[in-house]
C-alpha cells in the first residue's frame, strides 16, 4: 500500500471565498484512515476551525503553506497569491490555466520554476471522461437564483452567503414571476441546479442541451427572458450569444447568467462581455435603453451557499484523496495534462511572474 499523503487545507485569500474543499466530518474520516491533514486558519471560512481540531487535524497559521513539508498536497479552491514566484508542491484546486486563459501562463511557469505541479480539480476524471468531484449543481442552482432575483428586482447588493433554506424562500414568494427561462445544458450537473432553481421559483424552464445547441435556433434562443449557460466546453464552438444578438430587435432576453465564466478563453461561447462580475457588483449592464439586458457572471456562485455546496463536493472528492501518493489513475491523468500544458506553452521567465509581489 503506498505512503498515505499529508494534506495541507490552505486558506483562500479571495475575501469572498468561504467554502472548503474537504469539511470536518471528511476530514475525520481520512484521519481515522491515517491521513495527516493540516488545516489553516482561515478568517471566513464556514467551517470553524475547532471543528478540524475535533476531527484530529493539525492547524497551522493562514499562508503558511508556503513552508510546508515538501511531500505536502497543498489543498484548495480558488486562484493562488501572486506569491511566491516558483511553487514547489503539489497543488491541488481551480487553475483554470489549460485553455488559455489570462495568467495561465504566468501560474503554469511558477510551477515550472520552483518544480511543483498543478493537480487540477476540473480535470479529475474517471476513465470515460466525467469529472469526479465538482461544484456544477450549486454553480447552476445559485447562478439561476440570482437572475430570478435579479428580473424581479429583488436581489441584494452586495451579495452575502446564506443557507438554502433562506434562498428557497426568497425564490418562492415571488412565485412566477420572472418571464420564460432558457437553461443551456440542461441535462448536466449545473443546468439541473438551474432547471430545480428556476422550478421553486415556480417557473418551468425550456431545457436545451447537446442537440439544440448543434443546429442553434437563434430566434427561439433570443424569445426567452432569462438565459442561463451551463455548458462547459473545452474546444472552441460557434458562440450562443454574441454582440449582435444583442441588438437583434427578436430579442427579449433581459438576464443573462453565465455560470461557467470562460470570458478569457478562446472557448467561450458567450462573447459578449471581457470580465466577470462579483459579490460587490454582481450585475454588468450590456445594453441599456428601452431593451435593457443584464449579465450576471460570477465565478465562485456555489460560495453564496458555502455549507451545502462543500458538503456535496468533498463528499464527491474525499475518497480520492488517499490514493494521491499511489496509481490511481485520476491523479495520474490529472499530472499528465499538467505535464503536457508546461510541455506546449510559451511560458513567461520565472521573474516575469513576481511583478505583483
Same mark, same amino acid.
Given at each position: 500500500?503506498?505512503?498515505?499523503?499529508?494534506?495541507?487545507?490552505?486558506?483562500? %485569500?479571495?475575501?469572498?471565498?468561504?467554502?472548503?474543499?474537504?469539511?470536518?466530518?471528511?476530514?475525520?474520516?481520512?484521519? @481515522?484512515?491515517?491521513?495527516?491533514?493540516?488545516?489553516?486558519? +482561515?478568517?471566513?471560512?464556514?467551517?470553524?476551525?475547532?471543528?478540524?481540531?475535533? *476531527?484530529?487535524?493539525?492547524?497551522?497559521?493562514?499562508?503558511?503553506?508556503?513552508?510546508?513539508?515538501?511531500? +505536502?498536497?497543498?489543498?484548495?479552491?480558488?486562484?493562488?497569491?501572486?506569491?511566491? *514566484?516558483?511553487?514547489?508542491?503539489?497543488?491541488?484546486?481551480?487553475?483554470? /490555466?489549460?485553455?488559455?486563459?489570462?495568467?495561465?501562463?504566468?501560474?503554469?511557469?511558477?510551477?515550472?520554476?520552483?518544480?511543483?505541479?498543478?493537480? $487540477?480539480?476540473?480535470?479529475? %476524471?474517471?476513465? @470515460?471522461?466525467?469529472?469526479?468531484?465538482?461544484?456544477?449543481?450549486?454553480?447552476?442552482?445559485? =447562478?439561476?437564483?440570482?437572475?430570478?432575483?435579479?428580473? &424581479?428586482?429583488?436581489?441584494?447588493?452586495?451579495?452575502?452567503?446564506?443557507? &438554502?433554506?433562506?434562498?428557497?424562500?426568497?425564490?418562492?414568494? =415571488? /412565485?412566477?414571476?420572472?418571464?420564460?427561462?432558457?437553461?443551456?445544458?440542461?441535462?448536466?450537473?449545473?443546468?439541473?441546479?438551474?432547471?430545480?432553481?428556476?422550478?421553486? *421559483?415556480?417557473?418551468?424552464?425550456?431545457?436545451?442541451?447537446?442537440?439544440?445547441?448543434?443546429?442553434?435556433?437563434?430566434?427561439?434562443?433570443?424569445?426567452?427572458?432569462?438565459?442561463?449557460?451551463?455548458?462547459?466546453?473545452? &474546444?472552441?464552438?460557434?458562440?450562443?450569444? %454574441?454582440?449582435?444578438?444583442?441588438?437583434?430587435?427578436?430579442?427579449?432576453?433581459?438576464?443573462?447568467?453565465?455560470?461557467?465564466?470562460?470570458?478569457?478563453?478562446?472557448?467561450?461561447?458567450?462573447?459578449?462581455? %471581457?470580465?466577470?462580475?462579483?459579490?460587490?457588483?454582481?450585475?454588468?449592464?450590456?445594453?441599456?435603453?428601452? &431593451?435593457?439586458?443584464?449579465?450576471?457572471?460570477?465565478?465562485?456562485?456555489? +460560495?453564496?451557499?458555502?455549507?451545502?455546496? @462543500?458538503?456535496?463536493?468533498?463528499?464527491?472528492?474525499?475518497?480520492?484523496?488517499?490514493?494521491?501518493?499511489? $496509481?490511481?489513475?485520476?491523479?495520474?491523468?490529472?499530472?499528465?495534462?499538467?505535464?503536457?500544458?508546461?510541455? +506546449? /506553452?510559451?511560458?513567461?521567465?520565472?521573474?516575469?511572474?513576481?511583478? /505583483?509581489?
Amino acid at each position: 500500500m503506498p505512503d498515505l499523503p499529508h494534506l495541507w487545507m490552505r486558506h483562500e %485569500t479571495r475575501a469572498s471565498e468561504r467554502r472548503a474543499p474537504l469539511v470536518p466530518e471528511h476530514a475525520a474520516r481520512l484521519v @481515522s484512515q491515517g491521513v495527516r491533514i493540516t488545516v489553516e486558519e +482561515s478568517p471566513q471560512r464556514v467551517f470553524p476551525l475547532a471543528e478540524y481540531v475535533r *476531527a484530529g487535524c493539525r492547524t497551522a497559521p493562514a499562508g503558511s503553506w508556503v513552508d510546508a513539508p515538501g511531500d +505536502s498536497h497543498i489543498l484548495g479552491l480558488k486562484e493562488l497569491p501572486d506569491a511566491p *514566484a516558483a511553487l514547489r508542491h503539489r497543488h491541488i484546486f481551480f487553475g483554470h /490555466a489549460y485553455k488559455g486563459q489570462s495568467r495561465a501562463g504566468e501560474l503554469l511557469a511558477r510551477f515550472a520554476a520552483g518544480g511543483g505541479a498543478l493537480l $487540477d480539480l476540473e480535470y479529475l %476524471t474517471d476513465d @470515460s471522461g466525467r469529472r469526479l468531484a465538482a461544484f456544477g449543481y450549486w454553480a447552476g442552482y445559485v =447562478g439561476a437564483a440570482l437572475a430570478v432575483l435579479h428580473r &424581479r428586482d429583488e436581489l441584494d447588493v452586495p451579495l452575502s452567503t446564506l443557507g &438554502r433554506d433562506e434562498l428557497d424562500d426568497r425564490l418562492r414568494r =415571488g /412565485a412566477g414571476a420572472g418571464g420564460e427561462a432558457l437553461v443551456i445544458g440542461a441535462l448536466g450537473r449545473s443546468g439541473r441546479g438551474a432547471c430545480d432553481a428556476l422550478e421553486t *421559483a415556480g417557473l418551468s424552464p425550456v431545457r436545451w442541451d447537446v442537440a439544440e445547441t448543434r443546429d442553434l435556433d437563434r430566434e427561439a434562443l433570443l424569445g426567452h427572458d432569462v438565459l442561463v449557460n451551463t455548458v462547459l466546453v473545452n &474546444r472552441p464552438v460557434p458562440p450562443f450569444l %454574441t454582440p449582435e444578438d444583442l441588438d437583434d430587435p427578436r430579442r427579449r432576453i433581459r438576464v443573462v447568467v453565465d455560470v461557467t465564466c470562460d470570458v478569457t478563453s478562446e472557448c467561450n461561447v458567450l462573447p459578449v462581455y %471581457t470580465s466577470t462580475t462579483s459579490w460587490e457588483r454582481p450585475v454588468l449592464r450590456l445594453r441599456d435603453g428601452e &431593451r435593457p439586458v443584464d449579465l450576471i457572471a460570477i465565478d465562485n456562485l456555489p +460560495s453564496l451557499l458555502p455549507s451545502e455546496a @462543500s458538503h456535496a463536493f468533498s463528499a464527491e472528492l474525499h475518497p480520492h484523496l488517499l490514493d494521491l501518493n499511489g $496509481d490511481a489513475s485520476p491523479w495520474k491523468r490529472a499530472l499528465r495534462l499538467f505535464e503536457d500544458a508546461v510541455g +506546449s /506553452a510559451h511560458l513567461p521567465p520565472a521573474e516575469e511572474t513576481a511583478h /505583483a509581489e
